[in-house]
T-cell receptor
Framework: EAQVTQNPRYLITVTGKKLTVTCSQN?????MSWYRQDPGLGLRQIYY???????DKGDVPEGYKVSRKEKRNFPLILESPSPNQTSLYFC?????????????FGDGTRLSIL | AQKITQTQPGMFVQEKEAVTLDCTYD???????LFWYKQPSSGEMIFLIY??????QNATEGRYSLNFQKARKSANLVISASQLGDSAMYFC??????????????FGRGTSLIVHP
């Protein structure tokens, strides 16, 4: 089954404790991205990757890191999480970065930073 | 810069009736794609329908159709014969060309649809 898999689905942690949210897709998609969703703000892009070893900042990259060592994986790293990073996070992928490609989303990760 | 505006924070519709969710966009790109996604209360994002800026006909996918009016820069989603399972948040999105060669996605803030029995 074609899918984007994120883990964990839920995480409660404390300020300053490094965490990683994993994302994997099995569709051989080139383009992957991370979003955060906050009430009233819709989805905002954090980082994106056009292909292996090619990543770039989105609209809200501060406090986050990503890497793309393999085509299928695109982890999101919070080196020193803070309470303002409490949010719903989505990983998404599309076949190419082109404008006619819909993004396929993971089920989301609800992150709470205390 | 590109922008998506969804002016209806919430909409109510009676079961079996049709409903239109509004979306207007702004971009200077000649080539772009417009998308609608559904987010049920369980949280996942589900792709519904796509419209290309050069497509001559409005997109349709089952009970979903996209009323694309390029001159007015609008891409409204029409859901026919609403069902209780259509109750969800709906997001309009656009992918327009960025200077780096990627098509940067932009999302609206969403419209919450509630279908009454």
């Amino acid at each position: 089954e074609a899918q984007v898999t994120q883990n964990p689905r839920y995480l409660i942690t404390v300020t300053g404790k490094k965490l990683t949210v994993t994302c994997s897709q099995n569709m051989n998609h080139e383009y992957m991205s991370w979003y955060r969703q906050d009430p009233g703000l819709g989805l905002r892009q954090i980082y994106y990757s056009m292909n292996v070893e090619v990543t770039d900042k989105g609209d809200v990259p501060e406090g986050y890191k990503v890497s793309r060592k393999e085509k299928r994986n695109f982890p999101l790293i919070l080196e020193s999480p803070s309470p303002n990073q409490t949010s719903l996070y989505f990983c998404a992928s599309s076949l190419t970065p082109q404008g006619n490609q819909p993004q396929h989303f993971g089920d989301g990760t609800r992150l709470s930073i205390l | 810069a590109q922008k998506i505006t969804q002016t209806q924070p919430g909409m109510f519709v009676q079961e079996k009736e049709a409903v239109t969710l509004d979306c207007t966009y702004d971009t200077s790109d000649p080539s772009y794609g417009l998308f609608w996604y559904k987010q049920p209360s369980s949280g996942e994002m589900i792709f519904l329908i796509y419209q290309g800026s050069y497509d001559q006909q409005n997109a349709t996918e089952g009970r979903y159709s996209l009323n694309f009016q390029k001159a007015r820069k609008s891409a409204n989603l029409v859901i026919s014969a609403s069902q209780l399972g259509d109750s969800a948040m709906y997001f309009c999105a656009m992918r327009g060309h960025a200077s780096g060669g990627s098509y940067i996605p932009t999302f609206g803030r969403g419209t919450s649809l509630i279908v009454h029995p």
